[in-house]
T-cell receptor, first 116, second 112 residues
Framework: EAQVTQNPRYLITVTGKKLTVTCSQNMNHEYMSWYRQDPGLGLRQIYYSMNVEVTDKGDVPEGYKVSRKEKRNFPLILESPSPNQTSLYFC???????????????FGPGTRLTVT | GDSVTQMEGPVTLSEEAFLTINCTYTATGYPSLFWYVQYPGEGLQLLLKATKADDKGSNKGFEATYRKETTSFHLEKGSVQVSDSAVYFCALSERRDDKIIFGKGTRLHILP
């Protein structure tokens, strides 16, 4: 089954404790992206990747890191989480980059992160 | 910069009512436009899209037409069902880069 998986689905942590949220897709998609969803703010793009070893900042990259060492995986790293990073996070992938193609994005089920 | 503005929710309608959710955008080029839907507890999924002016996207009884002259992509459905209750997001992707911009979402609640 074609899908995007994220782990963990729920995470409660404390300020400053490094964490990683994993994302994996089995569709051989080139483009992958991370979003956060907050009430009243909708979805905001954190980082995206056009392909292996190619990553770019979205609209809200501060406090986050990503890497793309393999085509299928795109982990999101919070090196020193803070309470303002409490949010619902979504990973997504698409066949190719957004530019010019209008490709559909496939979303993972979400990771609810709470930082105390 | 690019932006997407959609009507504030929540929107509450009775079953079989006509639905319109407004979406307008600001973009420097010729973006592709999307509507995504998020059912409770799930990720987003594509509802419909349009990639050029005057295109009409349609799916599951929903429609939206890409209007370049009014920079709009309003979502419509002739007769809503309780199962349409969800959050709807309008989004655009520009051709000059690979960022994707979402609106803030509109929560729709359909009463039986």
């Amino acid at each position: 089954e074609a899908q995007v998986t994220q782990n963990p689905r729920y995470l409660i942590t404390v300020t400053g404790k490094k964490l990683t949220v994993t994302c994996s897709q089995n569709m051989n998609h080139e483009y992958m992206s991370w979003y956060r969803q907050d009430p009243g703010l909708g979805l905001r793009q954190i980082y995206y990747s056009m392909n292996v070893e190619v990553t770019d900042k979205g609209d809200v990259p501060e406090g986050y890191k990503v890497s793309r060492k393999e085509k299928r995986n795109f982990p999101l790293i919070l090196e020193s989480p803070s309470p303002n990073q409490t949010s619902l996070y979504f990973c997504a992938s698409s066949l190719s980059g957004a530019a010019g193609g209008g490709y559909e994005q496939y979303f993972g089920p979400g990771t609810r992160l709470t930082v105390t | 910069g690019d932006s997407v503005t959609q009507m504030e929710g929540p929107v509450t309608l009775s079953e079989e009512a006509f639905l319109t959710i407004n979406c307008t955008y600001t973009a420097t080029g010729y973006p592709s436009l999307f509507w995504y839907v998020q059912y409770p507890g799930e990720g987003l999924q594509l509802l419909l899209k349009a990639t050029k002016a005057d295109d009409k996207g349609s799916n599951k009884g929903f429609e939206a037409t890409y209007r370049k002259e009014t920079t709009s992509f309003h979502l419509e459905k002739g007769s809503v069902q309780v199962s349409d209750s969800a959050v709807y997001f309008c989004a655009l992707s520009e051709r000059r880069d690979d960022k994707i911009i979402f609106g803030k979402g509109t929560r729709l609640h359909i009463l039986p």
